[in-house]
């Protein structure tokens, strides 16, 4: 049995308040979680499955990056094995990228391992204060445009959708069947695409932590310990998972079909 000391609520005030990006990631690379400025800026840039961007992971994250970025990747991934394989025991990065409003900005990358048990890794980005000499020059990182599926889905979820709520009742009795019809048809194919974008998409965030951690082989008492529910709790979640993913009643463990799915 692993000994859990890691107790979220005791850093949680630091952790949502601090103004730079955090994410804390399993000894695989897995985002387990982040914080609400991480979240805010996934939303701005684009990311429409998960905005806290559990059950992602950093290292083939740093792989789908542009040709431009390549190099400056490749030696942010080296540098996070270092630390997650124990060679190294913190990695630092400075780099340079334009937000949405055009502004250069320069940020230094933090990782290193939590002492406690399982293992737990947090990365941060912090910006450095205008004027702060950097001895690294990095390539500039444009903001990730919407894709052409992101922006219809979007218009779908956005315009299509209320105004298919807008005529609820209004119209006459056949009309109104085709329109809950169509308002069915319209939810069951956003759900349906954002879960093609990724998996954990239709699941809360404490959803996508328990899937995360089932799949990675903890145990319910564990997880109950590492995020602080009780066993109840973890029962619920997991039933919910079930149903959402369409397996509840079907003969097959929770791990064994999240291993299928991620």
């Given at each position: 049995?692993?000994?859990?000391?890691?107790?979220?609520?005791?850093?949680?005030?630091?952790?949502?308040?601090?103004?730079?990006?955090?994410?804390?990631?399993?000894?695989?690379?897995?985002?387990?979680?982040?914080?609400?400025?991480?979240?805010?800026?996934?939303?701005?840039?684009?990311?429409?499955?998960?905005?806290?961007?559990?059950?992602?992971?950093?290292?083939?994250?740093?792989?789908?990056?542009?040709?431009?970025?390549?190099?400056?990747?490749?030696?942010?991934?080296?540098?996070?094995?270092?630390?997650?394989?124990?060679?190294?025991?913190?990695?630092?990065?400075?780099?340079?990228?334009?937000?949405?409003?055009?502004?250069?900005?320069?940020?230094?990358?933090?990782?290193?391992?939590?002492?406690?048990?399982?293992?737990?890794?947090?990365?941060?980005?912090?910006?450095?204060?205008?004027?702060?000499?950097?001895?690294?020059?990095?390539?500039?990182?444009?903001?990730?445009?919407?894709?052409?599926?992101?922006?219809?889905?979007?218009?779908?979820?956005?315009?299509?959708?209320?105004?298919?709520?807008?005529?609820?009742?209004?119209?006459?009795?056949?009309?109104?069947?085709?329109?809950?019809?169509?308002?069915?048809?319209?939810?069951?194919?956003?759900?349906?695409?954002?879960?093609?974008?990724?998996p954990l998409a239709g699941l809360s965030t404490k959803e996508a932590q328990i899937a995360l951690m089932v799949r990675e082989g903890y145990s319910s008492e564990e997880i109950?310990?590492?995020?602080?529910?009780?066993?109840?709790?973890?029962?619920?979640?997991?039933?919910?998972?079930?149903?959402?993913?369409?397996?509840?009643?079907?003969?097959?463990?929770?791990?064994?079909?999240?291993?299928?799915?991620?």
């Amino acid at each position: 049995m692993k000994k859990f000391t890691f107790k979220p609520k005791v850093y949680l005030d630091f952790f949502e308040s601090f103004p730079g990006y955090i994410a804390v990631l399993d000894e695989k690379g897995n985002i387990i979680a982040t914080n609400k400025t991480w979240q805010e800026a996934a939303l701005k840039r684009g990311l429409i499955a998960r905005s806290d961007c559990i059950g992602y992971n950093y290292l083939k994250l740093l792989e789908q990056v542009s040709e431009e970025e390549k190099k400056d990747a490749e030696e942010t991934k080296w540098g996070l094995l270092e630390v997650l394989q124990g060679r190294m025991p913190l990695f630092k990065k400075l780099y340079r990228f334009h937000d949405s409003n055009k502004t250069q900005k320069e940020y230094l990358l933090t990782f290193f391992r939590l002492t406690n048990e399982p293992k737990l890794f947090v990365i941060l980005h912090e910006e450095l204060p205008k004027g702060e000499p950097t001895q690294e020059t990095s390539s500039k990182e444009e903001p990730v445009s919407t894709s052409p599926s992101a922006e219809w889905i979007t218009f779908v979820d956005k315009v299509i959708n209320p105004f298919l709520e807008l005529l609820k009742g209004s119209l006459p009795t056949e009309l109104e069947t085709l329109r809950a019809h169509i308002s069915e048809e319209v939810k069951r194919f956003i759900g349906q695409t954002i879960r093609d974008i990724h998996p954990l998409a239709g699941l809360s965030t404490k959803e996508a932590q328990i899937a995360l951690m089932v799949r990675e082989g903890y145990s319910s008492e564990e997880i109950c310990k590492y995020l602080n529910l009780s066993k109840e709790a973890i029962n619920f979640y997991r039933k919910r998972i079930r149903e959402k993913f369409g397996i509840k009643g079907k003969k097959i463990s929770l791990k064994k079909y999240l291993d299928q799915l991620l």
